[in-house]
């Protein structure tokens, strides 16, 4: 079955740190990927999303993620983090699959990051 | 632009009553998809309508139902509760395209339920 996994459960980290989240998916064909950010009290925000071309993609707030195709994987980063990017947040895949995989939403684990000023 | 909305904001019942759950999708969007958020289990998908039939379901048991009306909005209905059934209870919208249906969703707040 297709599925997502996230490396990290927590990740701490100083203000001006750089940040890397490692997600991985588990299907061979084509899967339209993103990742979803929970700040405290909020409702999932859409940070990004990568569904073909530029395995490159930027989003909001100066985060991006890099599809690898070969690696199967979808990592975030940013080069420098700021106290309020303190929130979850969850790597998402779309199989393209056919049937039953149409509009589910798979989703990894979360990361917690925080960020301490 | 509206956002996806959700009522009631908490919900507590007791192990065997039902609940029900609403979502209203951002305007323009037909698809509306549920998720369950418990703890320790992550986000898992309910439930997907769109044009008011059901197009596809998640591993859960036949106790979790729902439909969509013909403004687009959803209803969630758990019957015969359980303890295990308390998470949040999210509800997404997106613009589904026929030839493309795999399109990214917006989330709403959430319903918090709270079986007792």
């Known amino acids: 079955a297709q599925s997502v996994s996230q490396h990290n459960h927590h990740v701490i980290l100083s203000e001006a740190a750089s940040l890397e989240l490692g997600c991985n998916y588990s299907?061979?064909?084509?899967?339209?990927l993103f990742w979803y950010v929970q700040y405290p009290g909020q409702h999932l925000q859409l940070l990004l999303k990568y569904f073909s071309g530029d395995p490159l993609v930027k989003g909001i707030k100066g985060f991006e993620a890099e599809f690898i195709k070969s690696k199967f994987s979808f990592n975030l980063r940013k080069p420098s983090v700021q106290w309020s990017d303190t929130a979850e947040y969850f790597c998402?895949?779309?199989?393209?699959?056919?049937?039953?995989?149409?509009?589910?939403?798979?989703f990894g684990q979360g990361t917690i990051l925080t960020v301490h000023p | 632009e509206a956002g996806v909305t959700q009522s009631p904001t908490h919900l507590i019942k007791t192990r065997g009553q039902q609940a029900t759950l609403r979502c209203s999708p951002i305007?323009?969007?037909?698809?509306v998809y549920w998720y369950q958020q418990a703890l320790g289990l992550g986000l898992q998908f309910l439930l997907w309508y769109d044009e008011g039939e059901e197009r596809n379901r998640g591993n859960f048991p036949p106790r979790f139902s729902g439909r969509q009306f013909p403004n687009y909005s959803s209803e969630l209905n758990v019957n015969a509760l359980e303890l295990e059934d308390s998470a949040l209870y999210l509800c997404?919208?997106?613009?589904?395209?026929?030839?493309?249906?795999?399109?990214?969703?917006?989330f709403g707040p959430g319903t918090r339920l709270t079986v007792l």
């Open positions: 305007s323009g969007h037909t698809s």
């Open positions: 299907y061979g064909g084509t899967v339209n």
């Open positions: 997404a919208s997106s613009p589904v395209d026929r030839w493309a249906p795999n399109n990214e969703q917006f």
């Open positions: 998402a895949a779309l199989f393209n699959a056919g049937g039953t995989s149409y509009g589910k939403l798979t």
